[in-house]
Every structure is written in C-alpha cells, then in structure tokens.
C-alpha cells in the first residue's frame, strides 16, 4: 500500500515525513529520497506467531512518499505522476503559526486551502477529460468511453471529485486507464502547533471531512518528529506527557486503511504467519487470490476462523470442536480478523 503526503508549500509535509522515516523502516533509497516503509503494528500477528512459531512473521506495510511541490505550482506534470501512483493522498493542511511561520495575512483557512487543493485535482481531470473527448469528436467515435468521459467532465465541471460520482462497473474499468488524480482516494491531516493538539483546533474542518466521507487526523508534524526520535519506551512516556493517545504513524496508518475501506485478514502456519490487507466487502475468492492466484483458481473451500475465537480456543483441534472453525464457499464476505486457509486444487 502505498501513500503520497502532499499539500501547498509550508504546510508541513516535509517534517511529518521525517516523523514517520525516523520511526519506519527506510525503504532501499532511503528517507532523503522521500520514501519510507513502515510495518503496521498488528497485536494479532505477534500472538500468533507466539503460538505457531513460524520461520516468518509478516505484517501488512505501508509505503509513505514525500511528494516535492513547487512554489509557483502546486500540481506539476511530475507531482501529478506521483499523486496517479499512489493509493491514498495524505493531503497536509496548514494549522499552525510560529516566529519562523507566521500566518499569511488573510489568516490561516485550512478549508480554503483543501478545497484549492481539491479544485486543482479536478481541474487537472477536467483538462485530461476535455482533450480526449475533443479527439473523439474529430473521429466520430460514440461509445462508452465517449458517455462515460463525458458524465466525468459534468461533474468536473462542477468541482466534484470522480471518487464521489456513481459509476458503473463498466465505467469505472474504462475510467482506469486514465488514472484522474480525483479518483484517489484522501486522508486529510490537519498540521497544528503544540498548544492546539489538547482541543480540537479548525472544527470546521469535521464537517468538510463528513461531507467527503473522508477520514481527517490533527497532529503537529513537529512534536511527532522529536518523538520519532526517542527511544519506544521514551516514546511511549512522551506521548502520555503530552497527552496524545496515539503516534502520527498509528494514526495515519488507520487513516489510510480508512480512506481505501481495508481490512485485515491472516494466515498462520509453520513457514509463515501473515497478515493481509484487502477491501472491505471482499469475498473468499478474491482473498484467495490475493494470497496466490492458482488459489483462486483451483480454490474448493476456505476454513475460516475469527482471530478471537482461535486465540480462545488456543488450537485448532478444539476451535472445530466448539464450532467456531467453519467452511465457506467463494461468496463468503470476509471479516476483518479472519484467520484464513484455502483448500484448492490445481
């Protein structure tokens, strides 16, 4: 999974990305690259690996990627490759000022300034949209494409995002192919000093959120920094010193899940105990192939188990004893926290 923190110059992106390399594992090119990986803590994965003892334990990790931004241009032909490449769009919003950052002159607005950010998303869309559908009318081409661009456009034109517009199955499949940067999905994160991190500093901004049903974290990007840097125990008695429940990274990794609707579900065994993440409606089938794809194709029957109900039980011998360890066909929903094995054939 992989996500971009993006927003205008002086927001903070930059520092909250050295938050969360300074607590991650830096990716082969390093954090002076701007990319870093950091695994998901997942206290089911270590019980686990606790009782099978297998020769690997693997959780579910997250790519963060600095994306640079001009001062003179937000959404530059290089930036909006990197914003099509990801799968969540962390847009940083200003909340803070201080001696070296005073506030511009009309005040801070983080609304104002997501709201320039979403219409410079659309209007990029718009253009890209607008330029196919002129050369399908030199071509006289009437299709899907042509009706489906152009439902995309009337909506652009009224500043709304693809991601909020009701496509068909169809439609979204012909709409991949052009990657519009509106389609991804955001996690908004509200950068605010050090006094406004005990209340809830621009509430206005919960509303905006709800509206776009999009998850927003408040954090001050600097003080996450100087914790990235301590020790996990230190870690943990600064955060209870000042009052906050939770890291940047925790948050914006349940953030991100948030915005892409994820789950987790796991698989267990001697060689490996494994956590994957998968969206949120998923059947057995497609958790199947997200392990392997000759799972899905050959794929009979799924065991299925809540992760709760295993830990319990404490073996498998005896969760099927009490019933809790069942067989499930293709169409079966999966849950977050199901432990999963795929009976298939090749």
Request: aromatic share 6%; charged share 30%; with cysteine.
């Amino acid at each position: 999974m992989k996500v971009g923190i993006f927003g205008t110059a002086g927001a903070g992106k930059s520092t909250l990305f050295r938050a969360l390399a300074g607590a991650g594992e830096a990716a082969a090119k390093g954090p002076s690259a701007g990319i870093c990986t950091i695994r998901v803590p997942d206290e089911r994965v270590d019980r686990l690996a606790d009782i099978f003892k297998p020769k690997k334990k693997t959780h579910v990790s997250i790519t963060f990627e600095d994306m640079d931004v001009k001062e003179d241009e937000l959404l530059s032909p290089e930036t909006l490759t990197k914003i099509k490449g990801v799968e969540v769009l962390a847009v940083v919003l200003r909340g803070f000022s201080d001696d070296f950052h005073p506030a511009p002159p009309g005040g801070l607005d983080p609304v104002k300034e997501f709201r320039e950010i979403e219409s410079e998303l659309a209007l990029s869309d718009y253009l890209i949209a607008q330029k196919r559908i002129e050369r399908m009318t030199k071509e006289a081409k009437r299709d899907i494409e042509w009706t489906t661009l152009n439902k995309a456009i009337a909506s652009l034109e009224k500043e709304v995002p693809l991601l909020r517009v009701d496509f068909s199955t169809e439609e979204i499949r012909m709409l991949s192919g052009f990657r519009f940067a509106s389609r991804v999905p955001l996690l908004m994160v509200l950068n605010v000093g050090e006094g406004e991190l005990s209340g809830e500093a621009y509430p206005e901004l919960n509303a905006v959120a709800a509206d776009r049903e999009i998850p927003l974290v408040r954090l001050s990007a600097r003080i996450e920094e100087e914790i990235s840097q301590l020790s996990p125990a230190e870690q943990a008695d600064f955060l209870k010193e000042m009052g906050i429940a939770h890291s940047a990274r925790d948050r914006l990794v349940r953030g991100a899940f948030d915005a892409m609707d994820y789950i987790c579900f796991l698989t267990v065994g001697e060689d490996e105990v494994r956590a994957w993440n998968i969206q949120r409606g998923a059947t057995a089938l497609m958790a199947a192939g997200r392990i392997h794809s000759d799972l899905e194709k050959g794929f009979i029957r799924a065991e299925v188990i809540q992760c709760e109900d295993f830990l319990r039980c404490g073996t498998m011998a005896k969760a099927k004893a009490e019933g809790k360890l069942r067989l499930e066909g293709k169409e079966y929903i999966v849950r977050d926290g199901d432990i999963f094995h795929v009976r298939f054939n090749v």
